[in-house]
């Protein structure tokens, strides 16, 4: 089916041009990083994770939303899902490779990187997120392609695809609950140290993940011939509109339990995002925005009016998007290291090579994504027309 | 035999999956039976313990002019370099006041003795270190004597136990450290860029009969040995003194003591 993807019009190849332009640059930053060292990024002794990591957490997210497609069509027999579930199956791919690229640049030694296979720990809960993300990425190349292919032959899948479709479901649980246990068994940490992490960011990702696919799917109907689906596209709505009221929930509960209970541990690192500390707050504006942006996302999906107009519907989308990238990508991870384990406020800002390296990490999804999809949305039109 | 594209591609993805199959199955294998323990030869002089722990006797340091030497005898032979920039600063023991050496006692109305003492801290060797707990390679990992250890070779710099250690006592390399060293101490080794480093209670000199070099730096505001042994200097000084230790309540269970 590869083939299909090498058959495109002038927008396709240049789109898949300025993409291999931006990674061409991000690898270059990335050459300096790894000729100088970490120092190059904004991290430091106290903040030592930071973009990367921030956007790793929230693409496991991403992925495991993906889920949400698959869930109804498999779990619930609900039909119209059918005709997207491969977009669901492709974006994890994409986003995986992402998180495993978003983990390498953020090594120090990343030609080390195999030392976590031939020295591994199992009380390391990094161990099992490799082991859990490495695992989806497999599900998930094996269970879209040998079902889209299937498709393409129109023969039914194969019968041994089935189990690993649902094996794959509680799978995409467990990628991010097991990124949340990265950060919230860590004595000390009381901005992380909440048993509600994983399902927070289990909502966040529930929410995000359709989201985007929502936003995919308006694009590819209005970019190519096939069309997922108006039906498809409000279900989705839906369960975007679900997921980001209960994040927000959540959210509001575990300011309640801070707060109320006055313990400075843990208050200090909600104060430090959403009103700055000892005169610092580099990340205020960020946690307003992000705060109004799931807010605008909630009013505008929950109303069916605004719901239905997919105009509106696309905003309200890219709202839910870019608020949960805030509060669950840079908010959750400075947020987490501010102030420090001495009660220092030590900020962290991103530096310029930085982001561009994690443009171009982005930009490596993107062009996964873009290829898996050329080929999907070409099969779908093949078999239709 | 004919092998087609898509036969070699399976073949060769089993393979590498299996590959990394063998030293994961071996760690199964371990945690059940007996785990391999690598023999080594110690020195007839080396200072052995249960549980080293060291107690540091505030009262004898009074300004920060009475902690310098002990920083300067560690980071002098531990190889650790002086960067400028405070981001990528690396120390193994330091200076730090009442405040924030013991951010979750906080106290207003300090006594003025203690509102200035210079707090050394370090790594605290835990009982139960977090550091360990988490590290992916076992590139940090806790000695029968209770020394909290770390191989720089194999260490992926993934700073999952900076992240973990609730004291802030690891340093990561962010660039080169080797230009940034004064004098290079040739029995002990520098560090490349990349990796995590922190206090190691000595351990080099230990295994040669020699106090930590703080210890020895400090004219006795700084005592050490094991804390198993009742008696031991450090059991008998902990008797005599009341002492805390920096957050306990994490259950880590630190070896630092402080007399206040």
Redesign the interface.
């Known amino acids: 089916m590869l083939e299909l993807a090498l058959k495109g019009d002038k927008k396709y190849w240049g789109w898949i041009v300025a993409l291999l332009g931006v990674i061409g640059i991000g690898f270059a930053c990335y050459l300096w990083q790894l000729k ?4 190059i990024t ?5 903040v ?2 930071g973009f990367y990591i921030a956007n790793f957490t929230f693409l496991v997210g991403v992925a495991a939303g993906g889920v949400m497609v698959v869930l109804p069509y498999y779990l619930h027999n609900y039909k119209a899902f059918g005709k997207v579930t491969i977009l669901g199956e492709f974006l994890a791919i994409g986003s995986v490779a992402m998180c495993i690229l978003f ?1 390498l640049v ?5 030609m ?16 099992w997120d ?1 082991v859990v993300l490495s695992g989806y990425f497999l599900l998930n190349v094996v269970i879209g392609w040998t079902v889209l292919e299937a498709e393409r032959n129109a023969a039914p899948p194969p019968k041994w695809v089935k189990p690993l479709i649902y094996l794959s479901i509680p799978w995409a649980i467990s990628i991010h609950t097991v990124t949340a246990y ?2 919230c068994g ?4 009381g901005f992380w140290m909440t048993a509600i992490l994983a399902p927070r960011f289990l909502s966040s990702a529930f929410a995000a993940g359709p989201a985007l696919v929502i936003l995919l799917c308006l694009f590819i109907r209005k970019a190519t011939h096939f069309d997922p689906g108006k039906e498809q596209i409000q279900s989705l709505a839906k369960i975007v509109a679900y997921a980001i009221c209960i994040n927000v929930f959540f959210f509001l509960c575990e300011v309640f339990v801070v707060f109320y209970s006055n313990i ?2 843990h208050m200090d690192h909600i104060k430090y995002l959403f009103v700055g500390l000892h005169g610092h707050g580099a990340y205020v504006p960020w946690m307003w925005a992000s705060m109004i942006l799931m807010v605008v996302g909630i009013i505008l999906l929950v109303n069916p009016i605004t719901r239905r107009n997919e105009g509106v519907l696309a905003v309200a989308c890219a709202a839910v998007f870019v608020g949960t990238w805030i509060d669950k990508g840079m908010g959750m991870i400075s947020g ?2 501010v102030p ?5 406020v ?1 900020e962290y800002i991103p530096s310029v090579p930085e982001v561009v390296i994690a443009i171009a990490v982005y930009s490596i999804g993107a062009l996964i994504i873009t290829v898996l999809y050329k080929i999907a949305v070409s099969v779908k039109i093949e078999v239709s027309g | 035999m004919e092998l087609s594209r898509r036969k070699l591609f399976k073949i060769a993805g089993i393979s590498a999956i299996g590959l990394n199959a063998k030293p994961v199955l071996s760690v199964f294998a371990d945690v059940h039976g007996q785990t391999r323990t690598p023999d080594t030869k110690k020195d007839h002089d080396a200072l052995t313990a249960k549980q080293w722990g060291l107690v540091i006797d505030t009262r004898k340091l009074k300004t920060s002019k009475d902690v310098e030497p002990l920083i300067e005898a560690c980071h002098k032979i531990h190889n650790v370099p002086e960067l400028k920039n405070e981001r990528h600063e690396i120390k193994w023991i330091w200076d730090e006041p009442y405040q924030h050496a013991f951010p979750t006692k906080e106290n207003k109305y300090l006594d003025d003795r203690v509102k200035n003492v210079p707090f050394p801290v370090l790594c605290n060797h835990c009982e139960d270190p977090p550091c360990v707990r988490v590290c992916p390679t076992n590139a940090t990992f806790k000695r029968d004597d209770g020394i909290v250890l770390m191989d720089f070779h194999r260490c992926i710099g993934c700073r999952f136990c900076m992240a973990a250690c609730p004291y802030g006592s690891r340093s990561f390399n962010f660039r080169d450290p080797r230009p940034f060293i004064a004098e290079t101490n040739k029995k002990f080794p520098t560090r490349m860029k990349g990796v995590v480093e922190k206090c190691n209670y000595c351990a080099e000199r230990l295994a040669v009969g020699q106090m930590p070099a703080c210890v020895e730096a400090s004219n006795g505001a700084l005592i050490f040995g094991d804390l198993e042994d009742p008696n031991s200097e450090v059991r008998k000084v902990l008797k005599k003194n009341y002492t805390i230790r920096r957050k306990q309540g994490l259950g880590t269970g630190p070896s630092v003591y402080y007399i206040v």
């Open positions: 100088f060292g970490l120092g904004g991290m430091s002794r106290d030592t994770w983990v953020d090594l120090g030694q990343p080390r990187v195999f030392n976590m296979f031939l020295h591994p720990s199992l009380n390391s809960v990094l161990f490799t990265l950060y860590l004595p000390g940490k400075p541990e987490g290291f420090n384990s001495l009660h220092y030590n």
